[in-house]
């Protein structure tokens, strides 16, 4: 595949999804993100369409701007903006980031105050591959979702093949291929437990509630689960307070 292109410059190649190559490039005179089907085949080719018909949906601070379409050598494209950062996964994994129990909970509550953006437009987008790898975190620990070729946008419960990652989707999605809010819900919980579970933290109520195998045990909505969410953070806020007057004085 041939990547000279008059509009942009490739810096180097980043990773291969999928469905598609990414890359980081020069695109005037701005650092961005070249994401191109991998080859010619009708669902790689549909996952970018879906990317831009969800760019086109919603804007939000927190994801990529599209910047651009393109199609070479019969394969489309993207350009979007690029994210400084490194996705969750990687720092959890690869560089054995320790996130506290505050930092933790703030990763989580900005998750799903994002996701709730999402499922507020009319019909609801689902997302459907909410996972660790598709989580961008900065070094203020502000929040990114990237990679939206399979999302959704139509009824609340979607019938159709299963996509996703195995632990981060719902089984739901497994079984019959339906995909709803709730889904979405159950990929925040498998984010929180994946945080967790390497860092062997506590808020085991919430994650259970969230990956309840049947999909109406669990948060019916984003705004429910995000009470819960927000009322344990000012807990764990409180909780430090408390322990900093006491060692103070001790």
């Known amino acids: 595949m041939n990547l000279e292109h008059k509009d942009f410059k490739v810096i180097n190649h980043i990773t291969d999804g999928g469905a598609s190559k990414i890359y980081k490039i020069n695109y005037n005179n ?29 804007s939000h ?72 790898s598709n989580i961008i975190i900065n070094e203020m620990l502000e929040v990114f979702i990237v990679d939206f070729g399979i999302s959704t946008n139509g009824m ?6 299963a996509f996703g990652t195995r632990g981060f989707t719902a089984p739901e999605a497994h079984n019959n291929g339906v995909y709803g809010i709730t889904s979405d819900i159950y ?23 969230c990956m309840k195998h049947n999909e109406n045990e669990r948060y019916q909505t984003i705004d429910e689960l995000l009470i819960d969410l927000e009322y344990e953070n000012k807990i764990s806020l409180f909780i430090k307070k408390i322990k900093s007057i006491f060692f103070k004085r001790s």
């Open 156 to 161: 609340t419960k979607t019938a159709n093949k």
């Open 30 to 58: 701005e650092i961005c993100i070249l994401k191109i089907s991998k080859d010619q085949n009708y669902i790689n080719q549909v996952q970018i369409d879906n990317e831009i018909e969800v760019h086109q949906l919603i």
């Open 61 to 132: 601070n927190h994801i990529p701007t599209l910047k651009g379409t393109l199609v070479i050598d019969e394969r489309k494209a993207i350009i979007l903006s690029f994210i400084k950062g490194n996705n969750l996964a990687h720092l959890i994994e690869n560089k054995k980031v320790k996130f506290n129990n505050e930092e933790t909970k703030k990763i989580i509550l900005n998750l799903a105050n994002i996701i709730k953006d999402f499922h507020r437009v009319k019909p609801s987008i689902i997302l459907r591959d909410i996972k660790p």
């Open 187 to 209: 990929s925040i919980g498998a984010t929180y437990q994946f945080i967790e579970t390497i860092e062997n933290l506590k808020s085991t109520r919430i994650i259970d509630k």
